[in-house]
Every structure is written in C-alpha cells, then in structure tokens.
C-alpha cells in the first residue's frame, strides 16, 4: 500500500512563473493538507481539502490556490513565484473523522531563482 | 510569541542517553502530535496524545493538559534516533489545522 506520495519531489523556477505541486494520500484517505516548511522552520498549515473544496486556510495570499479531484488526490498551484517562496511543501492525508491517522508525503522541494 | 514552543533548539547525546524533548503551547488543544524528520523531509507521526502518556518501542511521550506541556522521551537513544522532532496541536476550535513547533534537532553521535 502506498503511502502519501507527491510530484515533484524537485523542482527550480524563477521569479514571477507558476508552479503546481501534486498529492496522492494514503489509500482511504479522503483529507489532504498542505504545508509550507521554510529552512530550519516548522512546517505552516496553507490549506485543507475535503470533498472536493478548500475547507481552512491558513495565512496565505490568494496566489496560492489548490485543488482537490474526485479520487482525492490534489493540487497545490502558486502564481506570481517570489523567492521567499522557496521551501519545502508538505502534503498530509489523513480519514475526515480520524485526525489521529495523519500521514505525510516526502515533500515538494521548491527553489526559486 | 509562537503558539507551539519546543526546547531544546539542538540536542547532542551519546549513544544510550536518555533524551528529553519539551513543547509547550498555549492554546486549547483536542490532540497534540509528535513527528520525527529526516534530513530527506518526509515526516512520520509518531505519537497523537490527547491526554496521559503512550509508549512505542523506545519511545515515551506523555502530557499534561492543565498545564500545557508535552514531552518526548527516546530511552537507551541510538544514531538512528537522529533527526529533527516536532511538536505540532490541534487546536480545539479549529481542529482541521495543525500548529508546529520549529522542531529539535537530535543528532545521537556513537
């Protein structure tokens, strides 16, 4: 079984691109969630999807956007890249009601130039 | 003043040390995690506390609610023990969200 994976797991673009980030949770899962770790910081919630809709989000402008498909995998798109955007992104899936059984992907490292 | 404090910043112990990690936070919380990191990024769960104290294996984490204060223990620590360690709660009024803790770097030298 599969745990969470993610695409890619590198990457490098330049100021002002576009970037999209991928997630497939944990077989079962139906939750994903995004985080953002800058280096030598702990990860920052930026939002969770379930049932197809952004259902929290954390502080975060609108340039980052996400989505979620209907065999729960998603999508964590940001525009508009700054270099203060380079960090590692974090996706976790976990069951709606079952919080205790979270499950992190090995992350999206991301490098802007 | 971040909601999740964790101490140490950085941990050095010999092989079989008893190692000690703290986090306290100050909100209400229903779950507090702990999660180990390797230098690769991934992140593994290893404890979800929401009250008392859980063991696995070498590992010990225990909490008190009253008092806001969680801690991680690694009995008899090995090399293999070293990583970064994160404490991370979910709050009780907004319970989709996790809140981290920077993290704790452990390296357990032979």
């Known amino acids: 079984d599969a745990g969470v994976t993610q695409s890619p797991t590198h990457l490098i673009k330049t100021r002002g691109q576009q970037v999209t980030l991928r997630c497939s949770p944990k077989?079962?899962?139906?939750?994903v969630s995004w985080y953002q770790q800058a280096l030598g910081q702990g990860p920052q919630f930026i939002f969770q999807?379930?049932?197809?809709?952004?259902?929290q989000r954390g502080n975060f402008p609108d340039r980052f956007s996400g989505h979620q498909f209907p065999n729960y995998s998603s999508e964590l798109n940001v525009n508009a890249l700054l270099l203060g955007d380079s960090a590692l992104y974090l996706c976790?899936?976990?069951?709606?009601?079952?919080?205790?059984?979270?499950?992190f992907g090995e992350g999206s490292r991301l490098t802007v130039l | 003043k971040n909601e999740v404090e964790q101490s140490p910043q950085n941990l050095t112990a010999q092989e079989g040390e008893f190692i000690t990690i703290n986090c306290s936070y100050s909100?209400?919380?229903?779950?507090l995690h702990w999660l180990q990191q390797h230098p690769g990024g991934g992140i593994v769960s290893l404890f979800m506390?929401?009250?008392g104290k859980k063991k696995h294996g070498r590992l010990i984490a225990t909490i008190n609610i009253q008092e806001k204060h969680s801690s991680l223990h690694i009995t008899a620590s090995h090399p293999r023990d070293s990583a970064v360690y994160i404490c991370?709660?979910?709050?009780?009024?907004?319970?989709?969200?996790?809140?981290f803790g920077t993290g704790t770097r452990l390296q357990v030298f032979p």
């Open positions: 976790a899936s976990s069951r709606r009601f079952n919080t205790g059984e979270l499950f």
């Open positions: 077989s079962g899962h139906d939750t």
């Open positions: 999807y379930y049932e197809e809709e952004e259902r």
């Open positions: 909100v209400g919380i229903s779950a």
């Open positions: 506390l929401s009250s």
């Open positions: 991370a709660v979910r709050s009780s009024y907004n319970t989709d969200k996790l809140i």
